[in-house]
């Protein structure tokens, strides 16, 4: 037996009773659910309106309020994000009801977007599935086998610019504004997502239209962007980390998916609140019916489930832009400077 396969039999037996462990925080709180929504939507709102105000002062003022309302809208995605789980209340048509309204502020679409999402925790690290709620990753033998411009390709959309900046713009913009997910049974989903847009065009038109089409798009624009690159960010440094979890369908197990191939992103108190403790995402993905709002507790008091997750700071985060290929030999993440040295040697 490897090392790595005594690693994750530790941990198959050390969390073999999970299931009872975190099934009691997965019963929502109307008066916790109603103080965030509170506690969100409120500061958004006066940021996004003292923005306006901002434009006649200088715009640098502006882009600053931006950055800290794109966090603020963050909070409003996990609360959409949670609704997609149906773990935010209780009843399914209020969560429906909040993640729609949600959606009209993170331009993500509420319907296309959760079952997009379901299916990434169902899938999570199968190497069979890697474009759907996920970014896509070759192995070390697939990026061996590529030409050189299918390497370069690569190589382009792994660049952190790319990956980090103009990325998140495409998702706005293009990949969940249209129906790209080619699976059985989603038309009505995709349904969903035409008239997500129809609303969200009707909604800026509206907003354009009083206040006026420049500032609407100086002031909306910064906060959508800033937005997109944090969400993208989080999700990158949560599954793209070194010693992640990746396998294929027939040896792939959904506690190990959950526990290596998830980060505990463990982040100052004031950016762990505005980001909805989603850094406790290896909670998450053990039970995604757990609401944003018992991450903590879960964590606090079952340190068992922690005990063999990946934990990982904002400056060691950094060192995840260096992770672009996937090497199933030493199932780790790897750079391609390491990939070329290996290569170099005849190790590959």
């Known amino acids: 037996m490897t090392e790595i396969e005594k690693e994750n039999q530790e941990i198959k037996d050390a969390l073999k009773d999970w299931p009872k462990i975190v099934s009691k925080y997965g019963r929502p709180d109307k008066k916790k659910a109603v103080i965030q929504l509170a506690n969100t939507f409120l500061p958004f709102i006066a940021l996004w309106i003292l923005m306006y105000f901002s434009l006649n002062w200088s715009y640098w003022i502006t882009l600053g309020l931006a950055l800290i309302n794109a966090f603020f809208m963050v909070r409003i995605f996990i609360i959409q994000h949670d609704c997609g789980h149906q773990s935010f209340l209780k009843r399914r048509n209020v969560n429906n009801a909040i993640g729609l309204f949600c959606s009209f502020f993170s331009a993500i679409p509420y319907k296309y977007w959760s079952r997009s999402h379901d299916y990434h925790h169902g899938h999570n690290g199968q190497l069979e599935v890697r474009d759907i709620g996920d970014i896509h990753t070759l192995t070390v033998n697939e990026y061996k086998e590529k030409s050189f411009f299918q390497r370069l390709a690569y190589r382009i959309f792994r660049n952190p610019v790319v990956l980090f900046i103009l990325g998140p713009i495409y998702y706005i913009l293009i990949n969940v504004r249209f129906p790209l997910i080619k699976l059985k049974g989603w038309k009505t989903v995709k349904r969903a997502q035409f008239y997500n847009n129809v609303y969200l065009i009707l ?30 960010w989080f999700f990158y440094v949560q599954h793209q980390h070194e010693d992640t979890y990746k396998q294929w369908k027939s040896n792939w197990e959904y506690l190990l998916s959950a526990v290596k191939g998830s980060t505990y992103y463990k982040l100052p108190k004031m950016f762990q609140w505005l980001t909805g403790n989603i850094g406790l995402h290896h909670i998450h993905h053990l039970n995604a019916k757990i609401p944003n709002y018992h991450l903590t507790k879960c964590a606090e008091e079952n340190p068992v489930l922690t005990k063999y997750v990946t934990t990982i700071g904002f400056w060691e985060s950094l060192r995840c832009m260096f992770n672009h290929l996937w090497d199933e030999e030493n199932q780790c993440m790897i750079s391609f400077w390491r990939f070329h040295r290996m290569e170099r040697a005849g190790a590959i």
Do not use: N, R
């Not at 909604?203 to 993208?232: D, E, S």
């Open 203 to 232: 909604i800026y038109t509206i907003i354009a239209a009083a206040v006026g089409w420049k500032k609407f798009f100086m002031v909306q624009i910064p906060i959508i962007v800033l937005f997109a690159i944090i969400a993208v």
